[in-house]
């Protein structure tokens, strides 16, 4: 590919690097996320059969080759993951969240919580971190983008500064927010420090429109991206895709399509307008960890076990007969009503088989299951499902030691997912800053992420909680806004 990044000397990058990141990206690391998206969702693939089936043993009819199963076999899936990954979605944004201004001033601090509420609210609001969290839980990492060019491109009459919340969350909402999944971002990390990015790709295959001519792809086939376009599938496979790949850093932004630059221009923000946002740390790593991947091997073991099984039972489950001294016993069927008659005095029918009781088997299955909860630190106790005495829970102390797994793993999410906000935050009040449109300083676009309490409360701890900070001299309108009675939140 042809490509011009002159502009982007300064970090670095070159058409031979964009030219390597975007094989390895491709080539590794789509193959590994694509698998661990197939896990969570459990797609039925074009051969019929379901994604976790790949993982069964070949004697199933598990490989990616889809090995013929041997007869008389039945197979059993069971997706113990994706309710795992719901449930730990909906502990850490189940709720709107509230962002909080660090300004000293309270009249800025109002216009700078309704900027950044717009610009929330105008993105998906909490369906836009909904999905960041699903993403994130499944790829391991989730990227923003702040796109800021309304806001700088707007008219002077909508450009002037806005004096009150309602203009303020006006200019908010011409700041638009994209969640970009790993399958599609790519970082340009600094090789001398791994939490530095010096720029960003978003690289993504879309269909060509039909007065444009489109460049084939080679072998006829459609990359993962495409999915994510909803142009996968084989009976799509003759239509022409666009590739279409954006580069920004801190200085400039290019937009190519199949490797054509047909647009660029300088960054006016000043700085790089991706957000890096890893589900769980870690150290060195661009990525971050995935909470799919280590259920991988035990949802495999599960439904193999589950598989067997239901094969057994099968082959097992009625039982068989023998007669002894009974010339006319296989002339009809055993039922009820039936009789036998014979004048041999040593006849008998002696029965076996039968679906009996495998303690091995039954505990194999419990241990499995047993291990995914460690391992996920989600059990059926989240969805309400209790199998065994808990104990009293009428205290919120003894839910939160019986849930302290998850919330202590909700908290970590928390922790990565409040940076990313206040990143997003940080970069849109900047853009209005820039743009005349809502003049802060450096230390006034500091914002704050409250979380709501991921447990159920009642009504009568919420007015208890609200009296206790009207005391202690909170705002009448924050109470009442933490309360649901007011704007606050972002919905």
Known sequence: MAWSLER???IGLTAGVLDGLMASHVADEIPA?????????NERETTGRLAHQR???????????????SPGVEVVVENDIAW??????????????????????????????????GMWEASGG???????????????????????????????????????????????????VDVVPATRGIGLVDPRDARRVLGYVVRSEIEAPEDRPSSPRPGGTLSGL???????????????????????????????????????????????????????????????LSDVEPLVPLQDELNTRLSDRAHRVTMQSFNMYLAKGLDTFGEGRVGPGRVWVTDNPAAEIVSFGGD???????????????????SSAISPVVLGTVRERLGQLSSATALRLTLSGVLSKTERKRVQFA?????????????????????????????????????????????????????????????????????????
């Open 8 to 10: 982007f000397a300064d």
């Open 33 to 41: 996320l694509e698998r661990l998206w197939s896990y969570y969702r």
């Open 55 to 69: 993982g069964l043993p070949a004697r199933l009819g598990g490989g990616s080759g889809g090995a013929p199963m």
């Open 84 to 117: 795992r990954i719901d449930a730990l979605t909906d502990f850490v944004f189940g709720k709107p969240i509230r962002i909080e201004s660090d300004a000293l001033d309270p009249e800025r601090a109002v216009l700078i919580e309704a900027f950044c509420e």
């Open 126 to 176: 909490l369906g836009l971190l909904q999905d960041a969290g699903t993403l994130g839980a499944v790829h391991g990492s989730v990227d923003v983008v702040v796109r800021t060019g309304e806001l700088f491109d707007a008219p002077r009459s909508l450009n002037a500064s806005a004096s009150d919340e309602a203009s303020a969350r006006g200019a908010g909402e011409r700041v638009r």
């Open 226 to 288: 495409a999915r994510w376009f909803g142009t996968g599938g084989a009976a799509e496979a003759h239509r022409g895709l666009v590739e279409v790949v954006e580069v920004m850093s801190a200085a400039w932004w290019q937009v190519y399509e199949n490797a054509e630059l047909v647009a660029e221009g300088p960054n006016r923000l000043g700085e790089l307008p991706a957000v890096h946002v890893q589900n769980r740390g870690q150290p060195f790593e661009w990525r971050g």
């Open 356 to 374: 009996g009781h495998s303690p091995s088997e039954a505990a194999h299955i419990e241990e499995i299951r047993s291990a995914m909860d460690k």
């Open 419 to 491: 940076r990313g906000i206040r990143r997003v935050c940080e970069l849109g009040l900047l853009a209005a800053d820039l743009a005349g449109v809502l003049p802060t300083h450096p230390s006034e676009r500091l914002v704050r992420v409250v979380w709501p309490n991921p447990l159920p409360v009642s009504d009568e701890e919420l007015v208890r909680v609200a009296s206790q900070k009207l005391q202690v001299g909170v705002g009448d309108e924050r109470v009442l806004s933490e309360l649901g009675y007011g704007d606050g939140g972002v919905e």
